[in-house]
């Protein structure tokens, strides 16, 4: 395996949040054998193995991508002729890096997240400005998003308002712009209000952006946000990294799982109640291979594909049948399922289990769970109607 595809293999393992060990990568970005799932604020969308594109859920501003904006409760297939090598949902958007090589986003576009020069919204793809080859790419719920090249090299394009580019101002862009500081990275991380984090090949982490709550892990919560990249403290190793709403956890290179930031409804995982400057260690003894987060929950897998979630619970996120409104401790999905990769969204979860099926569980109001209902809230894991 050359250098570029270890490179890309640890990309893809870390964004993908894949139960496969990121020390010895076995896939590439591109590989196309198994199905893919990302999970937005409203909507929620999947790659077949061949790479074709379907989105389920709320439809607003064009976000499944259909040339409508009509909500579908199974998964529609994006317009086009194009294949994916990954995808990634955002608020009322979404982007994806397509087989040619191109970046291409629909949907929702006020801030400039399709990255295509304009802020109109497109209900079909549109190819990102620059031409630039991405590897790995995050749609954030707070209308950004960041993309790695094949070098490593992050550039992120979108709302700015809390330096959330990276690139030492508060301006947005309609097109990508570099990350300042010339780091390089194998993952990196989109999270909502404004927070994104990214991991250095060495396993460093590195977050900008918001901070009020202290959700950069540098140590302080007396700065409101950095414009450009900050060493998260502790001098730890992450093999995962996933920025959530005032929090961001990750997983340690020894499996354990670390959360900083706000500990609202149990953010952190470990029944914190003072925000977390500096990385603190989820409850318990489990170890992970992969985390995800996003707005007031997080989840996260075991090397042997056991999902467990903690946090807000108030609409069936964490999925473990319960309707609790919260849980600060990690508590394991139900259902006994085994799954390959999470992607958690707004009070949703959805995840590919080991023989390529995808099941999600939590907010279904439009539709996000896709399985064919919308209304009703979904407190386990439900099979979605993918083609």
Do not use: K
Request: aromatic share 8%.
């Amino acid at each position: 395996m050359s250098l570029l595809s270890a490179r890309l293999s640890v990309a893809a393992c870390l964004v993908a949040a894949t139960v496969q060990s990121c020390d010895t990568p076995t896939r590439s970005v591109l590989d196309t054998a198994v199905p893919r799932v990302s999970t937005g604020v409203f909507h929620t969308c999947a790659l077949t193995a061949a790479g074709v594109a379907y989105c389920w859920g709320r439809g607003l501003y064009g976000a499944l991508g259909t040339g409508d904006s009509t909500n579908s409760a199974t998964p529609v297939r994006v317009s086009g002729v194009l294949t994916f090598a990954s995808i990634s949902a955002g608020y009322d958007y979404t982007c994806a890096i397509g087989l040619d090589q191109v970046t291409y986003c629909w949907g929702a576009n006020g801030s400039g997240q399709l990255g295509n020069a304009t802020t109109t919204p497109s209900s079909v793809p549109v190819a990102v400005s620059g031409g630039r080859a991405f590897h790995a790419i995050s749609a954030s719920p707070s209308n950004h998003v960041c993309a790695l090249d094949a070098s490593g090299a992050a550039y992120c394009w979108g709302a700015n308002s809390e330096g959330q580019l990276g690139n030492g101002s508060t301006d947005s862009s309609a097109t990508p712009i570099a990350v300042s500081g010339g780091l390089t990275f194998v993952a990196i991380t989109a999270g909502g209000f404004g927070t994104t984090c990214g991991i250095t090949p060495a396993g460093a982490a590195y977050c900008w952006g918001r901070n009020g709550a202290g959700e950069s892990g540098v140590g302080n919560d007396s700065v409101w946000y950095f414009t450009t990249p900050m060493a998260v403290a502790g001098a730890l190793a992450f093999r995962s990294v996933s920025t959530g709403i005032e929090h961001a956890c990750g997983v340690a290179t020894d499996g354990r799982a670390y959360c900083w930031g706000s500990p609202s409804l149990g953010n952190l995982g470990n029944d914190a109640t003072a925000n977390a400057l500096v990385p603190q260690p989820v409850f318990g003894n489990l170890t992970f291979a992969a985390v995800t987060g996003s707005w007031y929950h997080t989840c996260a897998l075991s090397s042997g594909g056991a999902a467990f979630c903690w946090g807000a619970n108030i609409v069936g996120a964490l999925g473990n049948g319960a309707t609790d409104s919260s849980a600060s401790r990690p508590t394991p999905v139900a259902g006994g399922l085994t799954f390959r990769s999470l992607s958690a969204g707004d009070y949703r979860t959805c995840g590919v289990t080991s023989n390529g099926t995808i099941y999600c569980w939590g907010y279904n109001a439009d539709g996000e769970v896709g399985d064919g209902t919308a209304g009703n809230n979904r407190y386990a894991p439900v099979l979605v109607q993918l083609p």
